[in-house]
């Protein structure tokens, strides 16, 4: 009698099991039940260093706790990372809870018949369930990109992000009365860095750095123009409450120039300056760090205070 692969259905030849023939139907009957409804309990190896925990290969006589189960559930005081693997050349899909313990990893991954993953795996996280789908090398998360479509997603409780996380738009994180809204442990910001003369009208767009350093020796004094980007105003993205901080670094060289005059958006603005001394020169063969908090106080309208100090 020849078994299927994945499930290990009986598939009995003709009049080969006579008068016995209910045993292997009964057999596929209660393997599908499995299939359906049942969990297999996996007791992960606490062992402080890695090895692997093999999930029992499918049984043509429902035996159970085998891979025959609508659910893994992985239990363990974890004390090293640990592997969990299906059976070999076993494909199928499951529900894994990893109900385990101890601030380490397990990944699931399908035998290469050498007790090592075959293929790709996944890592269920700890205190969740998820849905995993093995083609019998690879093991992948069935639902794999959902998150991509979603357009609102609201989350309350705590949140870790592991590895490399990009955002799009605009996101808030606001705190509450006892609480601060964020807590960094350490940020890169963008800096444009430009074999540029400063002369003329320079724009500073907020949206694409935070520091813009011209490393060509200036040839005039010029004016900074703050703006979101050449297609969207600094009053457009900056709401009423809000600040951000912008740095130009202007090399000069033995003849020094300095910024000017100040506008955003076009619109001319007066800066207070650092020490209540406002800037008439540049220093010479130095670079000019000017500095600028921007404080939105309504509708075109802003506070602008302003520092420059000179490197030799």
Do not use: H
């Amino acid at each position: 009698m020849s078994i299927t692969t994945n499930l290990a259905l009986n598939e009995p030849a003709y009049n080969s099991t006579s008068p016995t023939w209910d045993q292997p139907l009964n057999y596929n009957a209660t393997i599908l039940d499995q299939m359906f409804g049942n969990t297999t309990g996996v007791s992960v190896s606490t062992s402080g260093t890695p090895t692997y925990t093999n999930i029992t290969a499918p049984s043509s006589t429902a035996a159970g706790s085998t891979s025959q189960a609508m659910r893994f559930n992985l239990t363990g005081a974890l004390a090293a990372n640990q592997t969990v693997l299906l059976p070999q050349n076993v494909a199928g899909m499951w529900v894994v809870t990893n109900s385990t313990s101890g601030a380490y990893t397990v990944t699931v991954g399908s035998n290469n018949g050498s007790n090592a993953s075959a293929g790709t795996t996944v890592a269920p996280p700890q205190g969740f369930s998820i849905l995993l789908y093995s083609d019998g090398t690879n093991v992948k998360k069935a639902d794999d990109g959902i998150l991509s479509s979603v357009t609102a997603l609201t989350l309350t409780g705590n949140l870790v992000v592991g590895g490399t996380s990009t955002f799009n738009g605009t996101s808030t994180f606001n705190g509450s009365a006892s609480t601060l809204a964020a807590i960094i442990q350490n940020a890169a910001e963008p800096a444009t860095i430009t074999a540029t003369s400063a002369t003329g009208t320079i724009n500073f767009d907020v949206l694409t750095q935070s520091v813009l350093y011209y490393t060509t020796n200036a040839s005039g004094n010029f004016t900074l123009n703050f703006r979101g980007n050449g297609s969207n105003t600094l009053n457009s993205i900056l709401s009423t409450g809000q600040a951000l901080t912008c740095v130009f670094i202007n090399t000069n060289g033995s003849t020094p120039y300095y910024a000017s005059a100040f506008t955003i958006d076009g619109t001319s603005v007066t800066p207070k300056w650092q020490n209540l001394v406002t800037p008439s020169s540049g220093n010479a063969s130095a670079l000019d760090i000017y500095t600028f908090a921007i404080i939105k106080t309504g509708s075109g309208t802003y506070t602008v205070l302003a520092g420059l100090v000179g490197y030799a």
